[in-house]
C-alpha cells in the first residue's frame, strides 16, 4: 500500500501563494493516478484536482487558472502550485491515490481514491 506525505502547508495572506508536495513511499507511484482534494471544518473532502499517470489533468472550477497540479515520477513527488489564493481556499489539503482507471480517477470521488496522506493545512488571512 502506497503512504503518502503532504508538505508545503502554511498561512498565507489573501492573494498570495503557496506551493504544496506529496511524496510517496515507494516507487508504484507512477502507476497511480493521483489528486489533490481539500476539506473545510464541518465540510466534506472537495475534490481540487487530478492528474492521470501519463499526465492528463483535471481541475474544478473554482482553481481553474489559479492552481496547477503536476508530478514528478522520477522522485515519486506530486505537486500543488496555489496562486491567488483566497479564503475559500483555506482548508485541510490532501493528496490521494486512485485505485481506478483514469476515467474513473478523473470524476474525482473521494471512494475512487483509497490511498490518502494525513493532510496539511493552508490558512488564508483576508
Known amino acids: 500500500q502506497v503512504q503518502l506525505v503532504e508538505s508545503g502547508g502554511g498561512s498565507v495572506a489573501a492573494g498570495g501563494s503557496l506551493t504544496l508536495s506529496c511524496t510517496a513511499s515507494?516507487?508504484?507511484?507512477?502507476?497511480?493516478?493521483m489528486g489533490w482534494f481539500r476539506q473545510a471544518p464541518g465540510k466534506e473532502h472537495d475534490a481540487v484536482a487530478a492528474?492521470?499517470?501519463?499526465?492528463?489533468?483535471k481541475y474544478v472550477d473554482s482553481v481553474k487558472g489559479r492552481f496547477t497540479i503536476s508530478r514528478d515520477n522520477a522522485k515519486n513527488t506530486l505537486s500543488l502550485q496555489m496562486t491567488n489564493l483566497g479564503p475559500a481556499d483555506d482548508a485541510m489539503y490532501y493528496c490521494?491515490?486512485?485505485?481506478?482507471?483514469?476515467?474513473?480517477?478523473?470524476?474525482?470521488?473521494?471512494?475512487?481514491?483509497?490511498?490518502w496522506g494525513q493532510g496539511t493545512q493552508v490558512t488564508v488571512s483576508s
Open positions: 515507494e516507487g508504484t507511484f507512477t502507476k497511480y493516478a
Open positions: 490521494a491515490a486512485c485505485g481506478e482507471l483514469w476515467y474513473k480517477c478523473v470524476l474525482m470521488l473521494p471512494s475512487v481514491f483509497p490511498h
Open positions: 492528474i492521470s499517470a501519463g499526465g492528463s489533468l
